[in-house]
C-alpha cells in the first residue's frame, strides 16, 4: 500500500507541510526535536606541537566525519575567533550520557586538547537534513 503524504498548504505563505519528511526527520507538531549541543572548549593539554597538532585535528576531523555518517551528529564547526569556546556539535541523541559517550570518541577529548559542556537542546528538525546537503555542496573534502 503506497502512503501519500499529508500536506497543508497556507494561502499566506504558500508552505506546504509535508507530514512523510516530518515523520522521517523525528519532527514534532512544530518542526523541531530534541538534541544534545556540545561547546568544544579549550582543555588543558594544549601544549602540543605543530605537528602533533597537525595529526590529532586530523583524527578529530575523522571522528566527526563517522559520527556524522552514522546519523549521530547533525551539525559540528568550529568557531572563527580565539575565545575558549572552539566549536559546537549538535548530536542527533536525546540523552547526555548518549553525548557523552560519542564525545569520548573523539582524539581532541581523550589528548584533553579539547573538553565538552553538554546541554539538552530543542531546534529545527531540518537540521537532520545538513550532512547530506554538505555533500552536494562542498567542492573540497575536509
Do not use: C
Given at each position: 500500500?503506497?502512503?501519500?503524504?499529508?500536506?497543508?498548504?497556507?494561502?499566506?505563505?504558500?508552505?506546504?507541510?509535508?507530514?512523510?519528511?516530518?515523520?522521517?526527520?523525528?519532527?514534532?507538531?512544530?518542526?523541531m526535536?530534541?538534541?544534545?549541543?556540545?561547546?568544544?572548549k579549550?582543555?588543558p593539554?594544549?601544549?602540543?606541537?605543530?605537528?602533533?597538532?597537525?595529526?590529532?585535528?586530523?583524527?578529530?576531523?575523522?571522528?566527526?566525519?563517522?559520527?556524522?555518517?552514522?546519523?549521530?551528529?547533525?551539525?559540528?564547526?568550529?568557531?572563527?575567533?580565539?575565545?575558549?569556546?572552539?566549536?559546537?556539535?549538535?548530536?542527533?541523541?536525546?540523552?547526555?550520557?548518549?553525548?557523552?559517550?560519542?564525545?569520548?570518541?573523539?582524539?581532541?577529548?581523550?589528548?584533553?586538547?579539547?573538553?565538552?559542556?553538554?546541554?539538552?537542546?530543542?531546534g529545527?528538525?531540518?537540521?537532520?537534513?545538513?550532512?547530506?546537503?554538505?555533500?552536494?555542496?562542498?567542492?573540497?573534502?575536509?
Amino acid at each position: 500500500m503506497k502512503i501519500e503524504p499529508t500536506t497543508t498548504e497556507s494561502p499566506s505563505t504558500s508552505i506546504v507541510f509535508d507530514s512523510m519528511l516530518a515523520t522521517k526527520l523525528g519532527a514534532d507538531e512544530y518542526g523541531m526535536r530534541q538534541y544534545v549541543l556540545a561547546f568544544l572548549k579549550a582543555g588543558p593539554n594544549r601544549d602540543q606541537d605543530s605537528t602533533e597538532t597537525a595529526q590529532l585535528m586530523r583524527k578529530h576531523l575523522d571522528n566527526i566525519k563517522r559520527m556524522a555518517e552514522e546519523g549521530k551528529l547533525a551539525v559540528a564547526g568550529p568557531f572563527l575567533d580565539e575565545g575558549d569556546i572552539r566549536g559546537i556539535y549538535i548530536f542527533n541523541v536525546k540523552t547526555i550520557e548518549e553525548a557523552k559517550a560519542l564525545t569520548e570518541t573523539d582524539p581532541a577529548i581523550q589528548e584533553g586538547r579539547l573538553i565538552m559542556e553538554l546541554h539538552p537542546w530543542y531546534g529545527s528538525a531540518g537540521l537532520m537534513t545538513v550532512n547530506e546537503v554538505h555533500k552536494k555542496i562542498a567542492k573540497n573534502k575536509i
